[in-house]
Each structure stands twice: as structure tokens, then as C-alpha cells.
């Protein structure tokens, strides 16, 4: 089972475009008006690559059995970077100096509860149309080295957040969380899961990130897996996200909005 992060779907608020992205880690950064935006940051030949400004709104990666040892399914994909923060050069300079995280500051991961869905977790057994519960089968623990988040699709989100760093002097941090089925693999349930997590770093907030896990256990097949979690991530897109105020007034202009394309 692989575990790369598949796509991320990134979308263009000024024209309500969304947009497929390339694989990699979750870049967070100083939006420059009081938030956080995510890009995606990759490591190439040890310098790094910044492979898309964002904001970046929904990640997507497959859950391999006994992750980590733990006997269940899970995943550490993605991860998160900074610009400059490759971890085969740390004297990287940044790829795009406007591209900066506040240095010494805690990137803090917290969840949501999902849009629409009421709950803070939700399942799909990736048969048929997209058809989300926030009724589990199995909850997803998001793991960090000193605390963790249970979803259990309940319609509070759990209190407290997970931090994978502490960014350094000069802003740059690189490091994973884990998301890991509470179940054991010959019992957790295939398809795919949806989560959502917002993130702080000081007195700057992010707008909140969609996560859709595809685990295909002896069920699936990786195409047929790939091709749920497509499906959801068509649904997230449409049902999900909430759409951006210049595309609203874009329809009632009578302009199309123009599908995403994938890279």
C-alpha cells in the first residue's frame, strides 16, 4: 500500500476554480493578513521545491496495515514542511522569501467539525455514490509526539490539538503527525475516511483543512481505492467546501466557474 500523499486540491478564491495539485507535505506560512495559507513543499535531491503557493484545502493518502507496528492501519502522509526546510541542506534559503513561518512558534493542529456532515470524523465504505456517516466503524486517532485527537464522528470536535514542531531561529520545521484506525487491521473497516483539522502558529489561524484517507485492506485494489477517494474528493469540493463570496457572484452573473483539472 502506498504512502505518498495522492493529490491535494487547491483552490483559487478569485475565480472559485479548484484546481489538482502534485504530492507533497503540507508547506504552512504567514499569509501576510493575520493567518495561515498551506502550500505544498517537496524535497528534491535535498533542495527543497515548492511545488504549489496553495491555499491548499484538501490532502489526500492511503492507509497501510500494521503502521508502524501499531497492528492497525495508518499513515504519516502527509507530512509538514516549511519553505526551506529540507532536511538534506538545512542552509536551503527560502524558494519564495514570502513564503515565511514565524520562528520559534508551535505549528498546533486542532479538529473540526465537518460541514454539512455534523460530526468530527466521517466514513464511506467507497462502494456506490459518495455517501458519507458520521455513524464509524472504526475512529482515527491523530497522533503527535506529545498529545493525540480521537474522531469518533461525534458532533463535538475533541479539545486540546497535536503539534508535529516547533519551528527554529529561522522559521523552518519539518516533521509528520501519525492517523492511525483504532481497530486492528483483520477488523477496521475499508473505504475512506474524512477528517478535518485548522491550524495555529501564535496568533495566526488557518482555514480548515479536509483530509481523505482511502484504506483498501484485502477489499480493494490501489486503482479502485485511487478512484473512491477521487470520488470523495469531487464531494468535498462541491458539498464540503464552503464556496468562496467571488464565485457565488460569479454564478449569479451567469459565468461559468471552471472545473478542476488534474495535473
Known amino acids: 500500500m502506498k504512502r505518498e500523499l495522492l493529490t491535494a486540491a487547491l483552490a483559487l478564491a478569485t475565480a472559485g476554480t479548484v484546481m489538482a495539485g502534485e504530492g507533497g ?72 522569501p514570502s513564503l515565511t513561518f514565524p520562528a520559534n512558534t508551535a505549528l498546533n493542529v486542532s479538529a473540526n467539525v465537518l460541514p454539512v456532515l455534523g460530526g468530527n470524523a466521517a466514513y464511506w465504505d467507497g462502494t456506490g455514490p459518495v455517501n458519507f456517516t458520521t455513524s464509524m466503524p472504526n475512529a482515527i486517532e491523530v497522533e503527535g509526539p506529545l498529545s493525540s485527537l480521537l474522531l469518533d464522528g461525534s458532533g463535538t470536535a475533541p479539545a486540546g490539538s497535536v503539534s508535529p514542531w516547533t519551528s527554529i531561529g529561522d522559521g523552518t520545521a519539518h516533521d509528520h503527525l501519525e492517523f492511525i484506525l483504532d481497530a486492528p487491521d483483520a477488523t477496521a473497516a475499508t473505504g475512506v475516511y474524512l477528517i478535518s483539522l485548522s491550524a495555529s502558529a501564535g496568533s495566526l489561524d488557518s ?26 474528493e469531487g464531494y468535498v469540493e462541491t458539498t464540503i467546501i464552503p464556496e468562496p463570496t467571488s464565485a457565488v457572484l460569479l454564478a449569479l452573473g451567469g459565468l461559468a466557474v471552471a472545473r478542476r483539472r488534474r495535473a
Open 25 to 96: 507535505d503540507i508547506m504552512p506560512y504567514d499569509n501576510g493578513s493575520g493567518g495561515l495559507n498551506f502550500g505544498l513543499y517537496d524535497f528534491d535531491g535535498g533542495t527543497g521545491v515548492v511545488l504549489d503557493t496553495g491555499p491548499v484545502f484538501i490532502v489526500e493518502a492511503e492507509m497501510s496495515n500494521n503502521w508502524e507496528g501499531t497492528g492497525s492501519p495508518g499513515t504519516d502522509e502527509p507530512g509538514w514542511a516549511t519553505d526551506g526546510s529540507s532536511p538534506n541542506d538545512p542552509t536551503t534559503p527560502l524558494v519564495d
Open 207 to 232: 482555514d480548515p483543512l479536509y483530509f481523505i484517507f482511502g484504506y483498501a485492506g484485502s477489499d480493494f485494489t490501489d486503482p479502485q481505492i485511487e478512484e473512491a477517494i477521487e470520488a470523495a
